[in-house]
């Protein structure tokens, strides 16, 4: 089944004035199984496409649905905040589009063998990249409770992290956790009931804070956003989907340093204009009626930035 990409026609919007000169060159840099990208080279028939993802199997499932393009696209195995690299790997200074879409993949939550989702047994593993890193397994049998409590909470904002934990630690002295389903099983058991019936299922915030903390996803995040800029050509165009507060704010962090002025208010010195320009104000969010038919949609935040000064560095 080939997903709907989330807010695809608001993020094509915001990139087609970068993309529509001869060769311009765009990024996907959370390839998938090549929805965005499919899209791009299909709405724009003069560029050139990088596609990047940490995950082997994206990598081949968008070889296939990408195939038709061959010629205009390039796609590496790599994580995005290797983005500079990759594409002086490929022959280029700067990039004139780019488009994150943040999290985990409609395709890696299909794949049930992945771990990934709550709702669904499978082994827990949880790594976008399969050929590296730990597991979720080795991660809930092997912490202390004090760290299982501290990724509850600092990445799934989980107000019973605690609870969660020591929960976890005593089950594990019984049998350790090889399965998704019973690991959902105790967290659900962990939270009070009254809280269980409300806010959808009980295990969604421990799980994602697994994932996120497995796959360092906040530490490379911080690091490719202002990667990421520094490579935009003059007058190229970013758009970045997010689904998680976390990664939100260090989205806005990023876009707003780089697009106000440093110059404090009320000194005699006429201020420089920002190398960079907001697109959206606030964050965007998709509308009911798409996110009826894209659940996934449901808590996408997009923000856009332009570069309007200077030259890729």
């Given at each position: ?18 993309l ?20 791009l080279l ?10 990047i ?5 994206a990598i081949?499932?968008?070889?296939t649905?990408?195939?038709k393009?061959?010629?205009?696209i390039?796609?590496?195995?790599a994580i995005?905040d290797q983005?500079?690299q ?9 990039v004139?589009g780019?488009?994150f ?9 299909d794949?049930?063998?992945?771990g990934f ?7 827990l593993?949880m ?6 890193g ?7 049998n ?6 299982l409590?501290r ?19 005593k089950?594990?002295?019984?049998e ?14 962990s939270?009070?009931?009254?809280t269980?019936?409300?806010?959808g299922?009980?295990?969604k915030r ?6 996120i ?6 530490s ?5 956003i ?9 007058n190229g165009?970013?758009v970045v ?11 806005k ?5 780089v697009?106000t ?9 006429e ?7 907001l697109?959206?104000?606030q ?14 949609a449901?808590?996408?935040?997009l ?6 000064g200077g030259?890729?560095a």
């Amino acid at each position: 089944m080939l997903h709907q990409p989330v807010l695809l026609e608001r993020s094509l919007a915001l990139l087609s004035p970068a993309l529509t000169k001869n060769n311009a060159l765009v990024v996907d840099a959370t390839l998938g199984a090549g929805g965005h990208s499919y899209e791009l080279l299909s709405h724009f028939p003069n560029i050139h496409l990088i596609g990047i993802d940490r995950d082997l199997t994206a990598i081949d499932h968008a070889k296939t649905r990408l195939a038709k393009f061959d010629g205009r696209i390039t796609l590496v195995h790599a994580i995005y905040d290797q983005m500079p690299q990759v594409i002086a790997a490929a022959g280029y200074n700067g990039v004139d589009g780019i488009l994150f879409d943040l999290g985990v993949s409609s395709m890696q939550l299909d794949e049930s063998e992945r771990g990934f989702a709550y709702a669904q047994d499978a082994p827990l593993d949880m790594r976008m990249d399969s050929t590296d890193g730990v597991t979720a397994a080795e991660v809930v049998n092997t912490f202390g409770g004090k760290e299982l409590a501290r990724i509850f909470r600092e990445y799934g904002e989980e107000r019973f992290a605690s609870r969660i934990a020591d929960r976890i630690i005593k089950e594990r002295e019984i049998e350790l956790f090889t399965n998704s389903s019973r690991l959902a099983e105790v967290i659900r058991e962990s939270i009070p009931a009254a809280t269980r019936r409300t806010g959808g299922h009980p295990a969604k915030r421990s799980f994602q804070a697994l994932r996120i903390f497995i796959n360092d996803e906040i530490s490379i995040l911080e690091r490719a956003i202002p990667a990421a800029l520094n490579i935009l050509n003059q007058n190229g165009r970013m758009v970045v989907l997010s689904y998680h507060s976390l990664e939100d704010r260090i989205v806005k962090r990023s876009f707003t340093a780089v697009s106000t002025t440093s110059v404090p208010h009320g000194l005699p010195i006429e201020p420089t204009p920002a190398d960079y320009r907001l697109l959206t104000r606030q964050s965007e969010s998709a509308s009911e009626q798409e996110i009826s038919e894209n659940p996934r949609a449901t808590s996408v935040r997009l923000r856009a930035i332009e570069k309007v000064g200077g030259v890729a560095a």
